[in-house]
Nanobody, 120 residues
Framework: QVQLVESGGGLVQAGGSLRLSCAAS????????MGWYRQAPGKRRELVAT???????NYADSVKGRFTIARDNAKNTVYLQMNSLRPEDTAVYYC??????????????WGQGTQVTVSS
């Protein structure tokens, strides 16, 4: 079993910055991809950014140049640095980790979500 603990959400003015963190713990053998998704009220959950075990990253067009995803493999933690925030970035942000455990094999896990609100 894998547990994900997210932190770093909050309220910020447009143009401001926030840094999200997501730490994975449990009976982890290895972690492949790590990523962040978000869901705004009335909308579908969408990909924000992902990073694989080799460090290759992928971003949604809407956040390119403003958000940066990074990971610390020693801490099983993924980060999302969000700069130049806009009101349309307001959403619940979810961490997703693809991990291999002894019991469950390889599968994806979701964090509980953290609210990010950007005021205009």
């Amino acid at each position: 079993q894998v547990q994900l603990v997210e932190s770093g959400g909050g309220l910020v003015q447009a143009g401001g910055s926030l840094r999200l963190s997501c730490a994975a713990s449990g009976s982890i053998v290895s972690i492949n991809a790590m990523g962040w998704y978000r869901q705004a009220p009335g909308k579908r959950r969408e990909l924000v950014a992902t990073i694989n075990s080799g460090g290759s990253t992928n971003y949604a067009d809407s956040v390119k140049g403003r958000f940066t995803i990074a990971r610390d493999n020693a801490k099983n933690t993924v980060y999302l640095q969000m700069n130049s925030l806009r009101p349309e970035d307001t959403a619940v942000y979810y961490c997703n980790v693809e991990a291999r455990t002894v019991v469950a094999g390889r599968r994806g896990y979701w964090g509980q979500g953290t609210q990010v609100t950007v005021s205009s």
